[in-house]
């Protein structure tokens, strides 16, 4: 059994990567987080500038001295997080669009059905393969962050705490796009429906005001960014992991 998905999930991977997509993505998505973690560093390095420079008096705030509010958790892991969270919920469809689409649509998913393989075994490499690429994917993109931070002796746990988040985060976003793939022959139908789904689900913050407040509560726990939010500041819960 192990030996058959194994077989069939290095094939996975080998389709995937013949395509230019798969390093398009990676390289996109590596460029796109080190220029947005960059960006909030700056961004944070130069408020502090301002708020421990002379003369920086008025506002309620003495000179030298830094408000409880500006830190890095606001200032750089918390905006990160959805970066990187947003920055998933574009390229994965792309990925998963085609995994059971492109069988459906060039006649292929009959022949895998004809081999020994079981439609469970099938399945669980497609989306082994889909996993594994998302935790390349994130590995790669962390490159950058996780070397500022260490050269400048900074929460480097924390950053693997919401990266732990996202690679779950990622894991379910792909698991929607392969459900997605797998209900139609057309990849572009598999990748929209992806985008719409994944995009609804992702947080149901502008429902709370048209329902009740217990379904609203049920709604936020549905949500997937309610679940992701610990992990960027810090906390690494299982339950929200499972979910």
Not at 52 to 69: C, L, M, N, V, Y
Not at 136 to 157: D, E, F, K, R, T
Not at 175 to 192: E, F, H, T, W
Request: proline share 3%.
């Amino acid at each position: 059994m192990i030996r058959r998905i194994w077989a069939l999930f290095r094939k996975e991977l080998r389709s995937l990567f013949a395509t230019p997509i798969a390093y398009l993505v990676l390289t996109a998505s590596v460029s796109v987080t080190a220029v947005l973690f960059f960006d909030h560093l700056v961004r944070f390095n130069r408020l502090l500038f301002v708020f421990h420079s002379e003369g920086i008096g008025a506002g309620g705030f003495d000179t030298g001295t830094t408000p409880r509010q500006l830190n890095l958790l606001e200032e750089v892991f918390i905006p990160l997080s959805q970066d990187v969270s947003l920055m998933l919920l574009l390229v994965v469809p792309l990925i998963t669009m085609r995994v059971f689409a492109e069988e459906k649509s060039q006649g292929t998913d009959e022949l895998l059905l004809t081999t020994p393989l079981r439609s469970w075994e099938i399945s669980a490499a497609k989306f082994l393969t889909a996993w594994i690429f998302i935790a390349l994917l994130l590995a790669v993109s962390a490159l950058y962050p996780a070397v500022a931070i260490q050269q400048a002796h900074l929460g480097l746990p924390h950053l693997l705490a919401l990266y732990v988040g996202q690679l779950g985060f990622g894991i379910a976003v792909a698991s929607i796009g392969l459900a997605c793939s797998a209900l139609s022959r057309s990849q572009i139908v598999a990748a929209v429906v992806a985008y719409a789904f994944s995009f609804i689900v992702y947080d149901f913050h502008w429902l709370e005001t048209l329902v009740s407040q217990p379904f609203a509560h049920v709604l936020q726990e549905v949500a997937l960014q309610s679940h992701l939010q610990n992990f960027a500041r810090g906390l690494v819960e299982l339950r929200h992991w499972v979910y």
